[in-house]
Nanobody
């Protein structure tokens, strides 16, 4: 069974940092493009960032310059480093995988996702 498990969420003050990890079980991530999405209360789920099998990346305008996505195929994980966090970054963050080779070029399109993690809560508050 293919599973994605997120970790690293929590409560942080504005301006702080968090590092989210997405780990896979039942399959190896190196065959997939990976995306991070988030959903705030009362809002639709939105794309945050994604990375292709070859390491090409894409970011939502709202997080450019603050978030960095990376992958470590040897450890079978994808990481989202989040710096300079703002209250509006508060949301449940989801890791997602797709076998599509055009995921990043299509701006991390949600319709291309094959597998979802269960999410991890990120709260930015003083």
């Amino acid at each position: 069974q293919l599973q994605l498990v997120e970790s690293g969420g929590g409560l942080v003050q504005p301006g702080g940092s968090l590092r989210l990890s997405c780990a896979a079980s039942g399959f190896t991530l190196d065959g997939y493009a990976i995306g991070w999405f988030r959903q705030a209360p009362g809002k639709e789920r939105e794309g945050v960032s994604c990375i292709s099998r070859g390491g090409r990346t894409n970011y939502a305008d709202s997080v450019k310059g603050r978030f960095t996505i990376s992958r470590d195929n040897a450890k079978n994980t994808v990481t989202l480093q989040m710096n300079s966090l703002k209250p509006e970054d508060t949301a449940v963050y989801y890791c997602a995988a797709t076998s599509s080779g055009t995921f990043v070029q299509n701006m991390c399109a949600m319709r291309m996702v094959n597998n979802w993690g269960q999410g991890t809560q990120v709260t930015v508050s003083s």
